[in-house]
């Protein structure tokens, strides 16, 4: 079956370390691939997009990467601060145009000062 | 820019009530989305539209109707409440095809169904 897996333990990391976070899928061959950030009680928010044809994309203290052969993204946000605490949602597009995203559960960053 | 708005923020429904949770964007996105999302689960696509008067199922379709009248607005209608539909709703648009994946989400209605 087709599916896309997201630690669903939280990562506790403290104040100033990389946070790295993991998302597999299987059965998908995405063109390519978000992450979204989403605190409590609020709608999720668009951090990153990466297509399957890069490596690496980074905006200010993120970075990801898509490694196809592998069927895995890792997200990282270097020099965490106590406001980057909040949950982080892999998705990908199973080839639909953009219009059936699949989103995994999330997980639960904690950043401690 | 509102961006993407919901209403109402909370309901509680009885079994069997009907109802119409409310979603607009003003940002002339094509593409509109209805999702929910449950603990431990990923966002489940209800419903989705590709621009005015198209609408097609998603994931879990069952118990809902959406129409698109207006670029602007994509309702979701609840036709007869279960407890199965107890969640948070989120409504998501984007551009489409011209800027692929990019979704903007409103704040949510929480939905409690007895």
């Known amino acids: 079956s087709q599916k896309i897996e997201q630690n669903s333990e939280a990562l506790n990391i403290q104040e100033g370390k990389t946070a790295t976070l993991t998302c597999n899928y299987t059965?998908?061959?995405?063109?390519?691939l978000q992450w979204y950030r989403q605190d409590p009680g609020r709608g999720p928010v668009f951090l990153l997009l990466?297509?399957?044809?890069?490596k690496e994309k980074r905006k200010e203290r993120l970075k990801v990467t898509f490694d196809t052969t592998l069927k895995q993204s890792l997200f990282h946000i270097t020099a965490s601060q106590p406001a980057d605490s909040a949950t982080y949602l892999c998705?990908?597009?199973?080839?639909?145009?953009?219009?059936?995203?699949?989103f995994g559960a999330g997980t639960r960053l904690f950043v401690k000062a | 820019n509102a961006g993407v708005t919901q209403t109402p923020k909370f309901q509680v429904l009885k079994t069997g009530q009907s109802m119409t949770l409310q979603c607009a964007q003003d940002?002339?996105?094509?593409?509109m989305s209805w999702y929910r999302q449950d603990p431990g689960m990923g966002l489940r696509l209800i419903h989705y539209?590709?621009?005015?008067?198209?609408?097609d199922q998603g994931e879990v379709p069952n118990g809902y109707n959406v129409s698109r009248s207006t670029t602007e607005d994509f309702p979701l209608r609840l036709l007869s409440a279960a407890p199965s539909q107890t969640s948070v709703y989120f409504c998501?648009?984007?551009?489409?095809?011209?800027?692929?994946?990019?979704?903007?989400f409103g704040p949510g209605t929480r939905l409690t169904v007895t």
């Open positions: 990466i297509r399957e044809n890069e």
């Open positions: 940002m002339n996105h094509e593409y």
């Open positions: 998705a990908l597009d199973p080839n639909t145009g953009g219009f059936k995203t699949i």
């Open positions: 998501a648009s984007s551009y489409g095809l011209a800027v692929p994946g990019e979704q903007y």
């Open positions: 539209s590709v621009g005015a008067g198209i609408t």
């Open positions: 059965n998908y061959s995405p063109a390519y």
